[in-house]
């Protein structure tokens, strides 16, 4: 069983190495969402862990939360600077994880099947 730094790490790496679909690096991206104060999420029944972030992009300014699922995906959920949830995306492969991110934080843009 993976632990829950190992499980935030390799998230914030994949997100790091993504691409949107214009090419664009994941380090880029995460430089226009101003991504600060990344932090370790424990797991539940469901997850193994995650990493919660903020962001303060064009569309969305507030916490990013990327959960590992047992199976290899990813739930993304988004909240406000308040705290409420506003919006989340299930089962996320991690080639599309950057992307999913940046098009809800940058243009408010769903992309539910990524």
């Not at 797991?43 to 047992?70: A, C, K, R």
């Given at each position: 069983m993976p632990k829950p730094l190992q499980v935030a790490t390799t998230i914030q790496s994949q997100i790091h190495s993504g691409r949107d679909s214009k090419g664009t690096s994941g380090t880029h991206m995460?430089?226009?969402?101003?991504?600060?104060?990344?932090?370790?999420?424990?797991?539940?029944?469901?997850?193994?862990?995650?990493?919660?972030?903020?962001?303060?992009?064009?569309?969305?300014?507030?916490?990013?939360?990327?959960?590992?699922?047992?199976?290899d995906t990813y739930t993304v959920t988004f909240k406000d600077r308040e705290g409420d949830e506003v919006h989340s995306v299930d089962y996320i492969h991690f080639p599309e994880l950057a992307q999913v991110i940046d098009s809800y934080v940058e243009s408010g843009e769903v992309l539910e099947d990524a």
């Open positions: 995460m430089m226009c969402w101003a991504y600060e104060s990344p932090s370790v999420v424990y797991g539940d029944d469901n997850h193994w862990g995650g990493l919660q972030f903020h962001v303060s992009g064009f569309e969305h300014s507030g916490t990013v939360t990327v959960m590992l699922h047992y199976n």
